[in-house]
Nanobody
Framework: QVQLVESGGGLVQAGGSLRLSCAAS????????MGWYRQTPGKQRDLVAS???????NYADSVKGRFTISRDNAKNTVYLQMSSLKPEDTGVYYC???????????WGQGTQVTVSS
């Protein structure tokens, strides 16, 4: 059974930091790219950051210089270090993982991040 378990969300004041974690398990054939999306009410889910198995990263323009994505391939875990948080970073953050062989993506349950002004 595939599981992506997220942790680390919460309430923080503007300028503060949070670290999100997502541990994946049960994915047959292994994981290629992992990453994080953010969704706010009434809007689509947008990419925040992604990282390939080899460590290449991609960031949304709005978070460049403030967020850092990393992963531990041995633990099938991806992290998102968020610093200098802004109220507009508020939303539900979803972790995802791509199967290395099959055309399948897997999603976590989402974790709420709220940044107060």
């Amino acid at each position: 059974q595939v599981q992506l378990v997220e942790s680390g969300g919460g309430l923080v004041q503007a300028g503060g930091s949070l670290r999100l974690s997502c541990a994946a398990s049960g994915i047959r054939f292994g994981i290629n790219t992992m990453g994080w999306y953010r969704q706010t009410p009434g809007k689509q889910r947008d990419l925040v950051a992604s990282i390939t198995r080899g460590g290449s990263t991609n960031y949304a323009d709005s978070v460049k210089g403030r967020f850092t994505i990393s992963r531990d391939n041995a633990k099938n875990t991806v992290y998102l270090q968020m610093s200098s948080l802004k109220p507009e970073d508020t939303g539900v953050y979803y972790c995802y993982a791509e199967n290395r062989v099959l055309p399948n993506d897997y999603w976590g349950q989402g974790t709420q991040v709220t940044v107060s002004s």
